[in-house]
């Protein structure tokens, strides 16, 4: 079914992981979580939790979008730790604002979100047409519906070749072949030796050696 | 990893663009508005072409100091609505330097049509001929120096929700010295006196604001999305 482009096929990320100590978090006057400490030791992060346990700030304070009111995020690669200036441009971060433009068409919108993150000019159609969204790709954004966005979106982490992939609930608007060709592109990720960290209600339908599960609200 | 500065500041550039020329009536609004509040002027005031002459610098300036706020106001709205912000945040290329493509890109559209406005806005004031070329050099300034500055109120307000008077409020006490020097070199080259001086401190006052604002806009957009 994903049939990765070849250029892609023998690609391997640098192996990067995440290290969190004591890390506390509050909305206004609210405490989400305190004291969390977590170290990533397998590619895929499931991070879940009830409405309003803090599961989108997590996120984001990881990728430094946020600040933490107290703790540490490490982020290191082969070994050696990153300051947040050097971590950020790994990151590939799909939220709830998906970050597409509406009156731009698919292809545009990928086109530059990749310059953003990589010298080398991939071929945002040639890899719509390999994941099946190739006849989207002249659309604009706002003419697509809520999962094919999601798809678009989903597609940008593959095309920016960051080697962390920061989902926030990478499933919503997905129909069932939606969450599956999510699936796709997760061991894409993992067999390149990627990382991600996704929130989701749902248990990612993947190898469960390859998932560590983080709940919140315990 | 690494990635090109050239290739994203077209890129923002390049989509920038796109959009406003995909957006047609929204980008001309701020020409449109600027092209009314000159024509209303001698129908308000007087058609006497001895009495327009007189003012016509100084509303030429006003008109588009208010046309450019009107544009400059959601300079950042749609990219923080839809998420592109932080995209922006998490790329290899420093937001100060995307904010400079964004801001070049807004004075393409907004600042450098104005400027080419100007003269045709001023015939019909009946601006005394001597000023063309200074009214056209010191709007040339004049709008960069609203550009960078009120990209500073854009990125704090961009919250806000509508933020409506809250943008006025801090960006006026910023531009309001670019409106008077270039109003003053306009009034000065009409009446045939050396606009020079005036010239020299409003290239001097867009020379620090080009070059130190979108610092200060940059690290305005990250505490917006805190």
């Not at chain 2, 070329?133 to 990209?151: K, R, W």
């Not at chain 2, 409506?164 to 080259?189: D, N, R």
Request: glycine letters at 8%; charged letters at 15%.
């Amino acid at each position: 079914m994903n049939t990765a482009a070849p250029s892609r096929a023998h690609f391997r990320h640098t192996h990067i992981k995440l290290d969190v100590v004591g890390l506390e978090c509050w909305r206004g006057d609210l405490q989400l979580f305190s004291e969390l400490t977590l170290t990533t030791s397998r590619p895929v992060l499931h991070i879940c939790g009830i409405n309003g346990s803090g599961k989108t700030t997590l996120l984001k304070v990881l990728s430094f979008l946020t600040r933490p009111e107290q703790g540490t995020i490490n982020w290191q690669q082969a070994g050696a730790s990153l300051s947040p200036r050097e971590a950020t441009p790994l990151i590939s971060y799909v939220g709830h604002r998906d970050g597409l433009n509406g009156v731009l068409t698919a292809a545009e919108n990928l086109e530059w979100a990749t310059g953003l993150h990589r010298r080398h000019r991939h071929d945002v159609v040639q890899c719509l047409q390999d994941h099946q969204l190739a006849h989207l790709a002249r659309r604009p954004v706002a003419a697509l519906s809520a999962g094919q966005r999601r798809r678009v979106a989903l597609l940008r982490s593959l095309l920016s070749g960051c080697p962390v992939w920061i989902w926030d609930e990478p499933y919503a608007n997905l129909d069932e072949a939606g969450r599956q060709w999510a699936n796709g592109l997760l061991k894409e990720h993992v067999t390149a030796n990627g990382l991600a960290l996704m929130t989701t209600h749902l248990q990612p339908a993947l190898d469960s050696a390859a998932v560590q599960t983080l709940d919140l609200s315990s | 990893m690494s990635v090109s500065y050239r290739q994203a500041f077209v890129g923002q550039i390049r989509k920038d663009l796109r959009q406003s020329g995909r957006r047609l009536a929204q980008t001309l609004t701020p020409l449109f508005f600027f092209s009314v509040v000159i024509a209303l002027f001698p129908l308000a005031m007087t058609p006497d072409s001895e009495a327009l002459a007189k003012i016509a610098g100084g509303v030429v300036w006003v008109a588009a100091l208010l046309a450019a706020l009107l544009s400059l106001q959601t300079l950042f709205r749609g990219d923080f609505e839809d998420g592109s912000l932080e995209l922006m945040a998490l790329s290899g290329v420093p937001m100060w330097f995307q904010v400079i493509a964004k801001q070049m890109a807004h004075w393409l559209l907004t600042g450098l049509p104005l400027v080419i406005l100007a003269p045709i806005a001023a015939y019909s004031l009946n601006l005394n001929g001597d000023a063309y070329i200074t009214l056209m050099m010191a709007l040339l300034l004049g709008t960069l120096v609203l550009s960078s500055f009120g990209a500073i109120g854009a990125a704090l307000t961009v919250s806000v929700g509508q933020g409506g008077l809250l943008f006025p409020v801090l960006v006026l006490p910023l531009i309001v010295p670019a409106l008077i020097l270039g109003a003053k070199a306009t009034e000065f080259a009409a009446q045939g006196r050396d606009p020079g001086g005036a010239l020299s401190l409003l290239a001097a006052l867009c020379i620090l604001s080009v070059s130190l604002a979108p610092f200060a806009t940059a690290a305005s957009l990250r505490v917006s999305l805190d």
